[in-house]
């Protein structure tokens, strides 16, 4: 985005405007300490090489309906890469119409938390592809219906082999999630305003962002939400301090333990990452929170004790705000066409 020139008047007035940050430098340093800009490529990932034929190939897989049951929804239909790589819907809606139990988590910067999933039941991106897949809410699929028809198409096949080069049977399951894996680790969102701020520029942000980033820090936020994408690193309990309504907080909902069958873990969730949050309404696992300003505040009771004023959670929203980055521009690949070997899709 580029900015435009100031008038006299309107410099005079954020002269005026500005407060209280002689030393920019000191609160960049602070924020150092906390985060870490989105680097511009994709990084490196554990056990699986990134080329260009396997991201080729993940790209159709995540836009490709057929990969479901019903042949409606694909992995683009709930982290769609035109609306910050969620659905905007509180739940998300699957085989049959029905609804999912959680809000769907952003694809965008993905690739950077310590794992997947509200709950992190997934250890990474190729792990966590194959779980909507098989989901009866979701795709509602078998592997072995998936790998049918893979096969039913020509150009598939063809597109596996170059990206699995030298297997025999490249058309497996686990090598379409590794292909979706290197695809989605692409969908990264660098140059955010906060980044360029950390990066050196002091007119990346605004008065009143610098206030909601110093206050981000200091009231604790940061504490949860830290590194490279905000978040997405440590799991913490909802409701640390004061446990929210049941509205936001579903009681049926108990977090981790339905993955780690451990006391400690009832209504522990990962922390939400941060990045692009401007973008990705409703908010919280159960997706019943749609304004950025009331989130704030949810969390400023819940997790830290502190009924913030509504200054602090303008100036908190308005610096979430400078956490939106560049999104990646992603074309539409045309898909294979089916034959008459391609599985039909079952009744909805």
Request: aromatic residues 8%.
């Amino acid at each position: 985005m580029h900015r435009t020139a100031l008038t006299a008047t309107a410099a005079v007035a954020v002269l005026l405007a500005a407060p209280a940050f002689a030393d920019d430098a000191a609160l960049r340093a602070d924020a150092a300490s906390y985060f870490e800009p989105v680097p511009m490529n994709a990084p490196a990932l554990n056990g699986n090489v990134a080329t260009r034929s396997r991201i080729d190939l993940g790209a159709m897989l995540f836009f490709d309906p057929r990969m479901s049951r019903s042949g409606i929804f694909s992995c683009n239909s709930c982290h769609n890469v035109g609306m910050g790589g969620v659905d905007g819907l509180e739940v998300s809606i699957g085989h049959g119409w029905q609804k999912g139990p959680r809000n769907s988590p952003t694809v965008f910067n993905a690739v950077f938390n310590i794992a997947q999933f509200w709950d992190g039941r997934a250890p990474d991106l190729a792990e966590q592809a194959k779980g909507p897949v098989q989901a009866g809410v979701e795709m509602n699929n078998t592997p072995d219906r998936v790998v049918a028809t893979l096969n039913s198409m020509p150009d598939y096949v063809e597109a596996f082999k170059a990206a699995f080069p030298g297997e025999v049977d490249p058309v497996t399951f686990d090598n379409f999630a590794l292909a979706i894996e290197a695809f989605e680790a692409t969908l990264i969102t660098p140059n955010a305003r906060f980044d360029q701020f950390l990066q050196g520029d002091d007119n990346a942000l605004t008065a009143q962002e610098k206030r909601g980033l110093q206050a981000f820090m200091e009231e604790g936020c940061a504490s949860c939400h830290a590194g490279v994408n905000f978040g997405g690193q440590e799991y913490y309990p909802f409701g640390l301090i004061e446990k929210p309504g049941a509205e936001i907080l579903p009681a049926g909902d108990r977090g981790r333990f339905a993955v780690t069958e451990t006391v400690d873990d009832e209504y522990v969730f990962r922390a939400a990452p941060l990045r692009n949050i401007a973008l990705t309404a409703p908010y919280f696992h159960s997706g019943n929170v749609w304004k950025l300003e009331d989130a704030v505040a949810v969390m400023g009771v819940s997790q830290l004790g502190a009924d913030l004023s509504d200054a602090q959670i303008a100036d908190i929203t308005a610096f979430l705000h400078t956490l939106t980055g560049e999104i990646p521009e992603v074309e539409h690949p045309v898909l294979p066409a089916r034959t008459s070997a391609t599985p039909l899709p079952d009744d909805m």
